[in-house]
């Protein structure tokens, strides 16, 4: 593996040695262990959206290893703007060990990633998110044991984060409703290993997992509107998680806006293992530059 930008850039054996690798770095890290595997190495990080959880969670990573990170906002590399994206990409690659982009386009980061001679990793793009689906996975093994045959209902929109987690679910034998308007499906109807089910109450039948996220991302806010209108019976409720499994858990990559696609009642309920994702995005990460860098 010389870049991660989609979670199928990895076989589902790899995904699998990520996770174990992963879950050993929370151990130790639980343990008061840390390693310096990464000493010396710096990590860029190139932010064209913002952050909390992807900013802290690989900084502090790289902290844990050993290595350093570098923050960059969007005006003060201007790619794209400034400089072609080649340019910066080969202009990066003489500086740092590897690059972590949190970009507007994917198409960006694969261009970044062909004239780039040092790995890179993809943060967040308006096409994936995969290091939330392996910090998602990896959230769902801990809880439930396994993955394969566990069954995860995700309602609302395909977005990134759905894309990643259909990919990941399809490689590890999770498997993966998806739940949300007919005019807003038509990414996960093509996607064979998973099932499409338009009514959100069919689709949580029986679900060990429940999963959503935001009904309107960055860069969508002048559908806000309409999208909270066609997403209105999709929203995650008491009464919608008591057809799921009776002990299933609920997942949201987070920001949540509370009360619109999740009620504060279960967000705050005992089935909601939200924290535990956004920890995990720190060790998933870490298991990933270890991966890229040793």
Not at 4 to 32: T, V
Not at 40 to 65: D, W, Y
Not at 126 to 135: G, N
Request: proline share 4%.
């Amino acid at each position: 593996m010389h870049h991660f930008l989609n979670i199928s850039d990895c076989s589902p054996e790899q995904l699998l040695d990520l996770l174990d690798f992963a879950h050993q770095l929370k151990a130790d890290l639980r343990q008061g262990k840390t390693e310096p595997l990464l000493a010396g190495k710096i990590l860029g990080m190139i932010f064209q959206k913002p952050s909390n959880r992807t900013r802290i969670s690989f900084e502090v990573g790289m902290a844990h290893l050993g290595g350093r990170a570098i923050y960059l906002r969007d005006e003060e590399v201007g790619m794209g703007t400034r400089e072609p994206v080649w340019d910066v990409s080969r202009t990066l690659s003489r500086y740092v060990d590897a690059v972590m982009i949190r970009a507007k386009s994917h198409d960006d980061i694969d261009v970044f990633a062909q004239f780039s001679s040092v790995p890179i990793i993809n943060g967040l793009s308006d096409l994936s998110h995969p290091c939330q689906a392996l910090a998602d996975m990896m959230t769902i093994r801990e809880h439930k044991g396994r993955l394969k045959g566990v069954k995860l209902c995700y309602l609302g929109d395909v977005n990134n984060v759905c894309m990643s987690l259909m990919t990941a679910a399809a490689f590890l034998g999770v498997e993966m409703t998806v739940s949300c308007p007919k005019d807003y499906a038509p990414m996960a109807e093509a996607f064979p290993p998973i099932n499409f089910v338009e009514d959100p109450r069919v689709a949580i039948q029986g679900a060990d997992v429940v999963y959503t996220d935001t009904w309107v991302s960055m860069g969508q806010e002048e559908q806000a509107e309409d999208r909270i209108a066609a997403f209105k019976g999709y929203q995650v409720n008491a009464d919608l998680m008591s057809l799921a499994a009776p002990d299933a858990i609920f997942m949201h990559c987070l920001p949540a806006r509370r009360e619109m696609e999740v009620t504060n009642e279960v967000m705050e309920s005992l089935q909601s293992v939200v924290f535990d994702q956004a920890e995990n995005r720190l060790h998933a990460q870490k298991a990933i530059l270890v991966n890229l860098l040793k």
